[in-house]
Structures are given as C-alpha cells and as structure tokens.
C-alpha cells in the first residue's frame, strides 16, 4: 500500500510523522495485532496533527479497501448499520497510519461473542494533585490478589493508568460492571483520602477516579501499544508491575521508544471465573449488583 503525504506531521512537539506513525505500526505490530484480534475497533484520526481537533471514525467508509474486515452491527439510536473495523494483519495497520488514526479502541469482546466480555478493565484516572496513579494500581492490584485473581496493568498514554483482569466469556455485562463497582468500592474504603467510585467530577473532592464503568456493550479503552494522541507522542505501554512506583513516567513511552521493549503482556493470566471473588466481596460488604449498563458511544 503506498503511504500519501509521509513527511505530514501529526505529533509537532516531537516531530513525529505520519511515516512514523507508519513504521511505528510495523514494529509494533506483533504486540498490538493480538491486543486486537477479532475485536471491532473505533479509530481516533487526526488528518490535521494531534494539536488540531480530531474525530472517531467507528462506521468505516465503503471506499475502504477489502483488506480492512467488518464487524457490521446495527444500532436502534441511529437505525442504521455500523461497520466497525477489525485488524487482524500489518496491512491493516499501515491503512490505518494512511486514514491518519493515531489511537486504536477494541472492545472488550470479540465478534464472535459480542455479548461476552473477556476482560474488566479499572481506568484509574487521577485529578489534578491527586494520588499518583501508580499507587491507586497497586492497591487495586492487592485487593484482586487477595481475591485470587490475577492482573495486568499498562499506561493510558496520558496521566492515568488501566488495571486489566481478564475473565472467562460466561458473564453479562451487567454482572461484570457489577463486580468492578463492589472491588472498586472495596478498594476505595481502604483508601478513602485518596481514592474514589463517584463518577461526577463535582463529587470526587480532588481523588483519583476508580471508574468501574468500562464493562458494557462497544465500550472501549486504548489498546496495549496504541499511539495517544498526546502531544508527546505517547504510546500505551504494557508494564510488568515491578515497574509501577511513584517514580514511573507514561511520556517515556513513545513511537521512538516503545517500539525497543519487551512485550510484559506476552504470557497473560489464563482468563478466571469470579464467582468466589463475588461471593467473598458480599461477605465483606461489598455485593456485586448487577448494573446492566447502556452502551457508550465516545472511548477513552
């Protein structure tokens, strides 16, 4: 596929190109095709750079190549069909760097069970002079353990961080969201200074946001490996929890630098069952009610 206009810059502050959004995506592309196999995809372009105002593209155009795959899906609020990208190759990757998509959003589900999500992701999201999210991923790491359940954590690619535990495809969405709410609510008790569940800004009195929200039909977060369009050029970059302190910098992770780590997600948990973590969550206090959630049209 030939590349347009390769010298365009899309990221000024660095300088980083739409060529190195290109080449960054085919050094990557190992790591992040997984991340993304058989999920529908939301795409954050940037025609103009990440310092002009951009737009999420989740209906792809009928002039996209027959490279690209569809998962078409249609949506009662707009009655009409949505064709959602998949990304199951590099080609694939390289349009995306030609159509200007900066970030890449999957669901939390994949086609074939579109209903069934394999992961429930905590978005620690942090207030200006609020605990620094590495300590909030920790904490939230040590009531999962204590759960006997495993996690993975990376950057945003902004100031925040996600917690991933990955989950057997046998639970509704409104289950999971449930059970993210009552860890969620645990973890927040431990830490009541410092962390909160309340999603109005006006209500989190300067705390880091614990949002539990993520479970539900087509939402999504940045994938592992995505770029951001952040005015760095960051990327979103699996960690290994030792490297999660109060000294860990997400601008350090970007199109020139990402590319030369290791991949800290290569060998995931194996997917678990959360029935005894439920069940321990209500002795303690905390019963995860299901909340069955609307389906949210912007990713973070």
């Not at 995306?96 to 069934?116: I, K, M």
């Not at 969620?184 to 309340?198: F, I, K, S």
């Amino acid at each position: 596929m030939r590349l347009t206009n390769p010298g365009k810059v899309l990221w000024p502050e660095p300088g980083y190109t739409k060529r190195d959004l290109h080449d960054y995506y085919t050094a990557v592309a190992d790591r992040l095709l997984p991340q993304l196999a058989g999920r529908p995809l939301t795409l954050k372009r940037h025609n103009a750079g990440v310092d002009r105002e951009g737009f999420l593209q989740k209906n792809l155009p009928d002039s996209a190549p027959d490279f690209v795959g569809r998962h078409r899906v249609w949506t009662p609020a707009s009655r009409r069909e949505v064709a959602y990208a998949l990304a199951d190759d590099v080609e694939v990757l390289r349009w995306f760097a030609q159509q200007n998509a900066v970030e890449l959003h999957p669901w939390f589900s994949r086609v074939d069970r579109p209903d069934r999500a394999d992961t429930v992701a905590f978005d620690l999201d942090p207030e200006q002079g609020s605990v620094p999210p590495a300590h909030a991923a920790l904490w939230v790491r040590e009531v999962l353990d204590e759960l006997g359940l495993a996690c993975l954590v990376k950057t945003s690619g902004k100031r925040g961080l996600h917690v991933y535990l990955p989950v057997e495809r046998r639970y509704t969405f409104g289950e999971l969201r449930g059970f993210a709410l009552a860890v969620c609510r645990a973890c927040a008790d431990r830490h009541p200074d410092d962390l909160t569940v309340e999603m109005r800004k006006a209500d989190r009195g300067g705390r880091l946001l614990l949002d539990w929200s993520r479970p539900g039909p087509a939402q999504t977060l940045a994938a592992a490996w995505s770029p951001r369009a952040h005015p760095a050029g960051t990327v979103s970059m699996p960690l290994a929890w030792e490297e999660v302190d109060e000294r860990l910098d997400p601008t350090a992770f970007t199109l020139a630098t990402a590319p030369g780590r290791p991949d800290r997600w290569a060998a995931p948990p194996d997917p678990q069952r959360i029935e005894g973590a439920r069940t321990a969550l209500a002795e303690a206090g905390y019963p995860a009610v299901d909340r069955s959630p609307r389906a949210r049209t912007t990713p973070r």
